[in-house]
């Protein structure tokens, strides 16, 4: 699921592309992607782009008259950038947005139509789209710190908790907390002071890294492979290859739709986490899929 960094760079690609230009037409391709019949999308018709925004792993374009597309790509959802009317893109094709200077396709591989589209007017009504979780950039550490604790979690489920950090989901939680040299099922509530200054650090500079590297790449061609799964990382992905910290095998936890790899020797004192014990804190902690998880809304 492209997370926040994946989602800077698609932004940072539409702001070069459509931003002050008019949408000339909207082809919905598929009936299970518009999720709002109120304002009709019709009424995008003709309207000039005016501005972006990120809402937790959402991309909101805004229009005039303070309307707003807000696209959630989840699992599978994709955007490409065509030349003009180009077609949008057979069975995985969801809708088309025409410029006059080309086509934003956006496409879902598989069956399951997880993607969405809505349609909102004015900084409220997308407000209440945000699931509620803070921006790692706006905040200091004691926000951070207070943030994750309101409940006593494990540390990949506070990391990937919309309600709580926005953006971030299992890939980039994997990197920062192997960057930060901790365990991914240790409790918030029992975390070290020095603990606490390397998660903070850790997952501002493993965000800040990829977004800086992802917006580098759109500058040079419209992001066209984003995936969970990148050759520099430094353990998502990487099941049965080396840490490259410390050349350990790096190792994985899988319960339901969710999956953590880890490096037993940087994260865990060398202790592999597989047991029943592990077993029942998944179970109490982690949702069984990830459509659960980002259905998940702080309550206002």
């Keep these: 699921?492209?997370?926040?960094?994946?989602?800077?760079?698609?932004?940072?690609?539409?702001?070069?592309?459509?931003?002050?230009?008019?949408?000339?037409?909207?082809?919905?391709?598929?009936?299970?992607?518009?999720?709002?019949?109120?304002?009709?999308?019709?009424?995008?018709?003709?309207?000039?782009?005016?501005?972006?925004?990120?809402?937790?792993?959402r991309i909101a374009i805004g229009f005039e008259n303070d309307l707003w597309l807000v696209m959630h790509l989840m699992i599978a959802g994709r955007l490409q950038w065509r030349a003009p009317d180009a077609k949008a893109g057979g069975k995985s094709g969801l809708a088309a947005f025409d410029f006059a200077d080309g086509t934003l396709i956006f496409t879902e591989a598989g069956s399951k139509h997880r993607a969405s589209l809505h349609v909102v007017q004015g900084d409220k009504a997308l407000e209440e789209m945000d699931p509620g979780g803070i921006e790692i950039f706006d905040s200091d550490q004691n926000k951070f710190k207070d943030a994750l604790t309101a409940e006593n979690r494990t540390l990949k489920r506070a990391l990937t908790d919309p309600r709580i950090l926005s953006g971030i989901g299992n890939a980039y939680s994997d990197e920062i907390l192997h960057a930060a040299k901790l365990s991914p099922v240790l409790l918030t509530q029992k975390l070290k002071p020095e603990e606490w200054d390397r998660l903070y650090v850790s997952t501002r500079d493993v965000l800040k890294l990829w977004i800086d590297r992802l917006c580098t790449e759109a500058?040079?061609?419209?992001?066209?492979?984003?995936?969970?799964?990148?050759?520099?990382?430094?353990?998502?992905?990487?099941?049965?290859?080396?840490?490259?910290?410390?050349?350990?095998?790096?190792?994985?936890?899988?319960?339901?739709?969710?999956?953590?790899?880890?490096?037993?020797?940087?994260?865990?004192?060398?202790?592999?986490?597989?047991?029943?014990?592990?077993?029942?804190?998944?179970?109490?902690?982690?949702?069984?899929t990830l459509d659960e998880l980002e259905a998940l809304k702080r309550k206002r």
């Design 1 to 57: 699921m492209p997370e926040l960094p994946d989602i800077k760079a698609y932004i940072h690609a539409l702001e070069g592309k459509i931003l002050g230009r008019r949408l000339l037409r909207t082809r919905i391709g598929s009936p299970f992607l518009l999720r709002t019949a109120v304002p009709p999308i019709e009424e995008l018709t003709n309207k000039q782009v005016t501005r972006f925004k990120r809402i937790g792993k």
């Design 219 to 288: 500058d040079k061609e419209f992001p066209k492979k984003v995936t969970a799964f990148r050759p520099e990382m430094a353990v998502h992905g990487k099941l049965g290859q080396p840490c490259p910290v410390c050349n350990e095998t790096i190792q994985r936890i899988r319960y339901a739709d969710n999956e953590t790899n880890y490096c037993a020797k940087c994260q865990t004192e060398g202790k592999p986490l597989a047991d029943r014990s592990l077993s029942r804190v998944l179970k109490s902690d982690w949702p069984r």
